[in-house]
């Protein structure tokens, strides 16, 4: 059974630093691509950070929003994908999911519609 469970949200005042981790269960995870996305209140969902599956060298890509101040990366020994968000700022304000998409090998890329498990979120705030 394919679970994702993310953790390490919580509130971090502008220019602040966090780092999310995502547990994979359920299947190989240097097998699977693996994407982070976000969702702030009334907003569509965003992917954000993706990392391919250990054939394409665990490429990453990431969104014009956050690229130079995030960075996905993976243990896969421990199963875990990680997200470090620096220079946090108002806006990265919003649940933070891993997803995994069904197929081993496949490029998703950051397109929510190519994923098919998602953990359950975690909240990040970022606020003085």
């Known amino acids: 059974q394919v679970q994702l469970v993310e953790s390490g949200g919580g509130l971090v005042q502008p220019g602040g630093s966090l780092r999310l981790s995502c547990v994979a269960s359920?299947?190989?995870?240097?097998?699977?691509?693996i994407g982070w996305f976000r969702q702030a209140p009334g907003e569509e969902r965003e992917g954000v950070a993706w990392?391919?599956?250990?054939?394409?060298?665990?490429?990453?890509e990431y969104s014009e929003s956050v690229k130079g101040r995030f960075t996905i990366s993976r243990d896969n020994d421990e199963n875990t994908v990680y997200l470090q968000m620096n220079s946090l700022e108002a806006e990265d304000t919003a649940v933070y999911y891993c997803?995994?998409?069904?197929?081993?090998?496949?490029?998703?890329?950051?397109?929510?519609?190519?994923?098919?498990?998602w953990g359950q979120g975690t909240q990040v705030t970022v606020s003085s």
């Open positions: 997803a995994a998409p069904l197929m081993a090998y496949s490029e998703p890329g950051l397109s929510e519609y190519e994923y098919d498990y």
């Open positions: 359920g299947f190989t995870l240097d097998y699977y691509a």
């Open positions: 990392s391919s599956s250990v054939t394409s060298g665990h490429r990453t």
